[in-house]
């Protein structure tokens, strides 16, 4: 697994290309661009462990294909003994696991291997409450899927659903109810409204240096970007569920797991440029990560704590 060190300066600048990576809701275009004076500690507070169940809300227009880009990204964290044959490396597993190594097992309160189950799954196709939506309805999304407890409740709105914030500040959030114990994410399809923000480096940027957009392992911009910014809220929400685990900077507006290496990728990684990537011989898509049923992904690295640099898979 490649790492590097990653400046603060780099940071500031890596954010601007990439907005993917922007997670806990309430972060504005303007306040992306400060450096964090803390480095990415952990504050004493729960993490999830153990076996974690995923539930999913479709809300909107989503085909078969683009469902099961996602669920198998999903089942491709925690691959099960049966699946023949099992993914390759570098993997999501690998990934998955990186998490549990970096974070979860220095937590100091170990249960067991962190494991994904994919649970309960509803379509709101007709869209129920609109199609603009508030920051503030998305637990309401989210309970429509009957999260489990100590589980994720997953919400996915399509490519034509408005969500506050949505490409101005943030591609996906992740937030929690202390009162109900539950966590959920937030993450919209954004071929229609910002791929050039949402949707790098599967698209051309929407600003900063315009490189050529990469292909998208799936053949499917909107859905492969939903998959890397899930990967990224996932990271956040299994360290940092309660605001209180893992993050640098203010509270309000954490750098986590994932956040803090925004728009890095693979070695080499530099404003524009999402790193030296594997590329599939016939497609000629760009992936770091290979799945269940031969789906290959990318997924963002991941802040190391104890060396302050980004660990990447390739």
Not at 19 to 46: C, F, I, P, W
Not at 72 to 98: A, E, G, H, I, K
């Given at each position: 697994?490649?790492?590097?060190?990653?400046?603060?300066?780099?940071?500031?600048?890596?954010?601007?290309?990439?907005?993917?990576?922007?997670?806990?809701?309430?972060?504005?275009?303007?306040?992306?661009?400060?450096?964090?004076?803390?480095?990415?500690?952990?504050?004493?507070?729960?993490?999830?462990?153990?076996?974690?169940?995923?539930?999913?809300?479709?809300?909107?227009?989503?085909?078969?294909?683009?469902?099961?880009?996602?669920?198998?990204?999903?089942?491709?964290?925690?691959?099960?003994?049966?699946?023949?044959?099992?993914?390759?490396?570098?993997?999501?597993?690998?990934?998955?696991?990186?998490?549990?190594?970096?974070?979860?097992?220095?937590?100091?309160?170990?249960?067991?291997?962190t494991n994904v189950v994919l649970a309960n799954q509803v379509s709101n196709d007709k869209c129920s409450m609109g199609k603009s939506l508030k920051t503030s309805q998305i637990p309401e999304l989210a309970a429509e899927a009957g999260p489990k407890k100590g589980g994720i409740a997953l919400v996915f709105t399509a490519e034509d659903v408005a969500v506050e914030g949505f490409c101005m500040s943030r591609c996906g959030l992740h937030g929690s109810d202390r009162k109900t114990d539950s966590v959920y994410i937030w993450v919209g399809n954004s071929a229609a409204q910002c791929p050039g923000q949402c949707a790098w480096p599967f698209h051309q940027p929407a600003y900063g240096p315009q490189t050529p957009p990469l292909v998208a392992p799936n053949g499917d911009v909107g859905a492969d970007g939903m998959v890397i910014n899930l990967a990224s809220m996932l990271a956040g929400a299994v360290t940092n569920p309660f605001g209180d685990g893992f993050f640098q900077g203010p509270r309000e507006a954490p750098l986590e797991a994932a956040t803090a290496c925004p728009g890095v990728y693979g070695k080499g990684t530099y404003p524009g440029y999402a790193g030296g990537l594997l590329v599939d011989p016939i497609t000629g898509a760009s992936y770091n990560a290979n799945g269940v049923h031969g789906r290959k992904y990318l997924v963002p690295a991941l802040f190391d704590p104890s060396t302050s640099t980004c660990s990447t898979l390739v």
């Open positions: 697994m490649a790492s590097f060190p990653v400046s603060k300066t780099c940071i500031a600048v890596l954010v601007l290309v990439s907005l993917a990576q922007v997670s806990m809701g309430s972060r504005k275009l303007a306040s992306l661009v400060q450096q964090a004076s803390d480095l990415l500690t952990y504050h004493n507070g729960e993490v999830m462990q153990g076996d974690i169940a995923i539930s999913i809300t479709w809300y909107g227009t989503f085909t078969p294909i683009q469902k099961s880009i996602i669920s198998d990204f999903l089942l491709s964290l925690t691959p099960s003994s049966q699946t023949q044959p099992q993914p390759s490396t570098p993997s999501v597993r690998q990934w998955w696991n990186t998490i549990d190594r970096l974070y979860l097992e220095k937590a100091g309160k170990r249960k067991k291997k």
